[in-house]
């Protein structure tokens, strides 16, 4: 319906598919019975994947290894660069994302199986590099915990990005690998406006909850950082030093921050859903984005994709690194221990 909104939901439209040639429109509306968009419902399909771990080769992040239990994620975030996976699967970076969700079953077995092979040499991995393995679908499925009981048995080290306070849940886990250092854990905190965390990030845990979290966890002794990203310049960037110091406030040990990129149907999903929330302020932050991306909302080049360039760019790095120095100062995350990992694994651990 025109002009509707979709509560709930971050991305308002159904972006097209650039691997199919047809794509299911409303032109005639007057033609139909009901409405092919209406409120979207959440799926869940099994996906048996042949392999979990994949590598991770960009010289921005170095060489490093993820592992994803769940594709799609009912979080929703308007700015996640993971929607644009979604096609490889069919479906749209859209509602698509965030309501046709996937879940790997076999992910314990198939990490497993990576950590047993002989040519495995034992680095760390993130769970998840691409979308969020705490999402709401967790609960249900149990993927993430069966996941960290593979890493307790084997000793072997994890890493871990989130912006739900679900983790908490598995803090038995958690604080086993932390008396070994295998484990870091990183709270993706966008902004502590909830207005805007609503409309942006509209099924995750609000910035209060994520706050508690770090503070569990600290108490725990489990390490954990503060990753305040995607930074949208006209948007979130002047809530920085707020976010660093309030997480600082709560036990983090580290921050980190990425700037936003628009890349392949994120423009056009992005894009639409500012003009509908923020109408006047749509010009000022669709060309801010482009400032720090050499002119273009879309970033590919490495170095600058994550952290910008230019006047604008340097900006909020300067701001993010005098925060970071100021509230972090003579704190760290402690490095991963990777003698302690046991191909043959503990069995002295239950859980």
């Not at 048996?48 to 960009?58: L, Q």
């Not at 069919?90 to 965030?98: H, K, N, Q, S, V």
């Not at 030093?241 to 056009?268: F, Q, Y």
């Amino acid at each position: 319906m025109e002009g509707e909104y979709f509560k709930g939901r971050g991305a308002q439209i159904q972006s097209g598919n650039r691997f199919l040639e047809r794509r299911v429109v409303t032109e005639h509306i007057e033609g139909l019975d009901e409405e092919l968009l209406l409120s979207p419902k959440t799926e869940v399909r099994v996906e048996h994947a042949k392999s979990i771990v994949n590598a991770v080769k960009s010289p921005d992040l170095g060489l490093m290894f993820s592992l994803n239990p769940y594709q799609g994620c009912e979080h929703g975030c308007i700015y996640c660069y993971a929607r644009n996976s979604h096609e490889y699967y069919g479906y749209t970076a859209g509602l698509d994302f965030e309501t046709k969700l996937m879940v790997k079953p076999d992910a314990p077995k198939l990490l497993e199986k990576q950590i047993l092979n002989p040519k495995w040499k034992v680095a760390p991995i993130s769970v998840s590099g691409n979308t969020d393995c705490y999402q709401p679908l967790e609960r249900e499925k149990g993927v993430t915990r069966e996941l960290l009981k593979v890493f307790a048995r084997y000793r072997h080290p994890v890493g871990m990005i989130t912006k739900n306070s679900l983790i908490l849940r598995d803090l038995d886990l958690l604080q086993d690998l932390a008396q070994d250092r295998l484990v870091q854990v990183y709270i993706s905190i966008t902004t502590l406006n909830e207005d805007l965390r609503r409309k942006m990030e509209p099924r995750t845990a609000s910035a209060a909850k994520r706050l508690k979290t770090i503070e569990a966890l600290a108490k725990a002794g489990v390490p954990v950082a503060v990753m305040s990203a995607p930074i949208i310049p006209g948007l979130n960037n002047q809530e920085i030093p707020a976010i660093l110091k309030a997480a600082a406030d709560h036990g983090a040990l580290s921050a980190g921050m990425t700037v936003v990129r628009l890349n392949g149907k994120l423009e056009e999903i992005f894009s639409d859903w500012l003009e509908k929330n923020f109408p006047d302020r749509y010009q000022k932050i669709m060309h801010q984005i482009a400032e720090v991306h050499g002119g273009q909302v879309n970033d590919s080049e490495f170095g600058r994709r994550m952290k910008g360039a230019g006047v604008l760019a340097e900006s909020i790095q300067n701001l993010f690194r005098f925060a970071r120095k100021t509230y972090f100062a003579e704190r760290t995350m402690p490095p991963f221990d990777l003698s302690k990992f046991r191909r043959g694994g503990n069995l002295s651990l239950d859980f």
